[in-house]
Structures are given as structure tokens and as C-alpha cells.
């Protein structure tokens, strides 16, 4: 079992960078693949950008493909988001998710959620 907590939200203006990052708690981190979401008000969650066990893979959702960055440092167990160019869309709490054998874009594919962090772009 893991424990996630994610942190790093905050307020920004459109077109600034934010850096969330995810640490886990455990010592197998790297035996999970793990992965972002977001939802915002009144939306269901959707995925974002998620990343393989050893970290040499990676996958986006179109919307944040080339703004998004997902990286872990499985030493520090830690899974980071780094987020460049941002849009008031992209307003949301953002979730950190871990799973064993499953890295894609379902959400009920992971089995571990963070409790979120709030991400708020001004127009």
C-alpha cells in the first residue's frame, strides 16, 4: 500500500509555471507507475500525464502535450508535474494517482489517490 500527498498548487496567471510534485510514502515506489489527473467544478476527473516505473516513459493528455511535464525521482519518491503556459483551463485540483501494473489514462485503473491540490489560472 501507498500513501500519496501532492503539493505545489497554487494561483498563477495565465502564462505562468507552476511545480507540483507528489511524494509517496513506502519504500517499493518504484514498483508503481503513477499519474496525474485533474477535475474541475461540476467535471469529472481526467487524466493528464502519467509515468512508468522506471521513469524513461511517458504519456500526456493532448490538451497538455508539450506545456506538461511528468518526471519521479524514485530515490526521493517523488513524482512531479511540471506545468509551463498555463491557461485558465487549466484551472483544476489536481490529483496524484499510483498503481501497480496499470499507467494509462482510465482513472479507475489506480488504485492510490492523493487527497488533491488546487491549481487556480487568472485570466
Known amino acids: 500500500q501507498v500513501q500519496l500527498v501532492e503539493s505545489g498548487g497554487g494561483l498563477v496567471q495565465a502564462g505562468g509555471s507552476l511545480r507540483l510534485s507528489c511524494v509517496a510514502s513506502g519504500r517499493t515506489f518504484s514498483s508503481y507507475a503513477m499519474g496525474w489527473f485533474r477535475q474541475a467544478p461540476g467535471k469529472e476527473r481526467q487524466f493528464v500525464a502519467s509515468i512508468n516505473w522506471s521513469g524513461d516513459s511517458t504519456y500526456y493528455a493532448d490538451s497538455v502535450k508539450g506545456r506538461f511535464t511528468i518526471s519521479r525521482d524514485n530515490a526521493k519518491n517523488t513524482v512531479n508535474l511540471q506545468m509551463n503556459s498555463l491557461k485558465f483551463e487549466d484551472t483544476a485540483v489536481y490529483y496524484c494517482?499510483?498503481?501497480?501494473?496499470?499507467?494509462?489514462?482510465?482513472?479507475?485503473?489506480?488504485?492510490?489517490w492523493g487527497q488533491g491540490t488546487q491549481v487556480t489560472v487568472s485570466s
Open positions: 494517482a499510483a498503481d501497480q501494473s496499470y499507467w494509462g489514462e482510465i482513472v479507475a485503473g489506480y488504485d492510490y
